[in-house]
Structures are given as C-alpha cells and as structure tokens.
C-alpha cells in the first residue's frame, strides 16, 4: 500500500494520493527536468546549499529558469521534514505541461515543481561491503547534469541487480568513472583516488564532503582519472552517494578486493564522516 504522507506540488501540500501531474508533463514525456537528492539529519538539511548549487548549475544545464530562491527553496521543503528522522527530500523540476507533445521548448510553461521527504533506512551493506560488476558506460555526454532522463544508469543498476550485486561500475575509453548511482573512490598504494569532475560524472555532494574530510584529516587524496586495469588491483574501492552515503566494494567481477573486506581507510573514513555529519546537527 502507498504511504500517504503529505508532499509538495506546484504551491501546495497535500496527500501523496491526491498528487497528480497531467500526462503532457513534460517529465512524463520527455524525462525533461532535473532532480535534487538532499538528506537531513535530524531535520537539518545536510549541504542544503551546495545541493542547491547543484541544481542551479543542473537547471542550466538544461536552459530551465530556477522557479524559486533558495531562501523560497528552504521555505517550501522544512514543512516536510520531521526532526525525529534520517530523511531525504526528494525535488523534481520538469519543464511543465505544454499544450501539446514537440521537443522544442514550449514558451512561457510554468515549471512542475514536486517535493516529498522520505525516511533514510540504512543501507545493508555498509558494514560488510558489497559486490559491484564493471559495465561499459553507455550513457550520455551530460552525466554532469542530474537530469530526471535516468534510463541509461537504471539498466546499468539493473544488471547489477541480475548478478547479485549492489552496484555496476562504468567504464569509459578505459577508465571507471562513477558508478549507476553513485561516485567512486579507490585506494591505490596509500593514496585515495576519485576521478576529476568533468561531464563524465555527475559532481556527488557526498563525494565533496569525503574529498574535504580527507584533507583536513592528512589522508592522501588525488581527483584522478583511473585506469580500470589499475582499479583491478585497488586496495580498497568505495561506492559513494547521499543516501547509501560510502559503501566499501569488496567483490569486483567475481573477484575480491584486495583480502575482500572493507578496508583500513574506509573504516577511518566513515568513522570521520559520520562525526562530522553530526557536528553540523
Ligand atoms: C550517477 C550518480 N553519481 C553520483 C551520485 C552521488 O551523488 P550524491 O553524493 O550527491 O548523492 C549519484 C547519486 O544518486 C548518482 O546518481
């Protein structure tokens, strides 16, 4: 059965049942909007700014005019938070509802704005690691963009799935960029590498905090491109997102990393982030 808890639409709370989009949306047709992924932990929003940075920066990408301020932004999502929870909002932005189906954008469509906050259920593998497969990346040239038009990493998780893993690891001219739905860091002798932003990845906020907490914490760190035959060999390797937060790898294509546990730097590491995502609180 449905949860029916209150979310937002275009100006208003209401029931999750009661919230409907017409079929000319353009998310619906399309896949034509982006998405925000945001935790909040104990009813702080987690990043909120950097999140909202992202999705200027997505809104861009894609030529569709922000439809509030960030201070607006705030306003609209703290009613749906509850501070007795993990949570995430989710938010989705579509270029509207046109009067008829034409790729070219419609003029003067109001966006469809759609929110709703959800618990975040800790993620199984987080102690114990996880099983991750290598797949050639066939998405798209605006990985940088988090762009609602997921079909290409929902058939790369989806594979994964099929073999009994948690996560697929795509591959470009070479090199592993990131993973279906995640960043990805490895630990190649001593030093903790995670590939540069570029169009290849989408900029995970999670990714940044890790990146920061490593240097205030004199663990070695480098944004660098990865050979897959290099990741073959890593000491550790690391799935990364804002709701799994940093799931250590430990099986890659049938293979263990490394003696096939998590590793030394992944449980400092999530030691580290862990306080720190409470020294925000
Ligand atoms: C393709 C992709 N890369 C990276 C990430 C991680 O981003 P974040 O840490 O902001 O959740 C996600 C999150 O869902 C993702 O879908």
Redesign the pocket.
């Known amino acids: 059965m449905m949860e029916n808890k209150t979310v937002y639409l275009n100006g208003q709370y209401l029931p999750l049942n009661e919230a409907k989009v017409s079929v000319l949306d353009r998310g619906f047709l399309f896949g034509d909007g982006v998405y925000e992924?945001i935790p909040s932990y104990s009813g702080h929003l987690f990043h909120f700014q950097d999140h909202l940075q992202?999705l200027e920066n997505s809104l861009a990408g894609i030529r569709l005019e922000n439809p509030h301020s960030r201070e607006q932004w705030l306003d609209i999502l703290t009613p749906l938070l509850d501070a007795r929870f993990d949570q995430y909002i989710y938010l989705q932005i579509t270029r509207g509802v046109a009067a008829k189906r034409d790729h070219g954008f419609p003029g003067n469509t109001p966006a469809t704005v759609f929110a709703m906050c959800s618990a975040i259920v800790p993620f199984a593998g987080l102690a114990t690691g996880v099983k991750a497969i290598s797949l050639d990346d066939s998405r798209w040239q605006f990985?940088n963009v988090k762009a609602i038009t997921l079909l290409g990493?929902i058939l790369h998780r989806q594979e994964a799935i099929d073999q009994g893993c948690a996560e697929a690891l795509l591959v470009k001219d070479g090199y592993v960029v990131?993973?279906?739905?995640?960043?990805v860091f490895a630990v190649i002798d001593g030093v903790l590498l995670t590939p540069p932003k570029s169009n290849d990845?989408?900029p995970?906020?999670?990714?940044d905090v890790i990146l920061d907490i490593a240097r205030n914490n004199n663990i070695l760190c480098h944004e660098e491109s990865i050979p897959f035959t290099v990741l073959q060999t890593a000491d550790e390797i690391w799935v990364?997102?804002?709701?799994r937060e940093i799931i250590p790898v430990v099986e890659l294509d049938s293979k263990p990393v490394a003696d096939g546990k998590p590793g030394p730097v992944w449980h400092a590491m999530n030691q580290l982030f862990q306080a720190y995502k409470h020294t925000l609180l």
């Open positions: 992924v992202r990985c990493n990131e993973g279906a739905a995640s960043n990845i989408l995970g906020i999670t990714r990364t997102s804002s709701t």
